[in-house]
């Protein structure tokens, strides 16, 4: 988020300015409701990250007993990686779009 844009807090909240930039951000609704998404998306992550790991492991020995790469295994692989760097980049404030199930799509499992 770059400077020159403000927060979605301050554009559509349409509350009262007080002056004191802290005090309005605890009263802020808006601050709020994006805490409580990044809660929920927190634990999202936690899964997604055991999801990715499950799936690690399955391609590993897929490889292992087959000698081949499963392309359905890598495309999940692929599709739980983005899934988590979107909500990365949520909990970072790097976007305000919320990942898949609070706003966005499931990501695609091709590379992108």
Do not use: H
């Not at 000698?67 to 979107?86: D, K, L």
């Amino acid at each position: 988020m770059s400077n020159d844009n403000p927060p979605a807090d301050e554009v559509f909240s349409g509350e009262k300015k007080t002056g004191n930039p802290v005090e309005e951000n605890l009263k802020s609704g808006t601050t709020w409701m994006r805490a409580l998404f990044m809660v929920i998306s927190w634990i999202f992550l936690s899964v997604a990250t055991f999801a990715g790991a499950v799936i690690v492991v399955i391609g590993f020995f897929w490889v292992l007993f087959t000698g081949e790469v499963n392309p359905q295994i890598r495309e999940a692989g692929q599709s739980v990686a983005t899934y988590i760097y979107n909500i990365t980049r949520y909990l970072t404030y790097n976007t305000d779009e919320k990942p898949f199930p609070l706003g966005g799509e499931w990501p695609s499992g091709s590379a992108e």
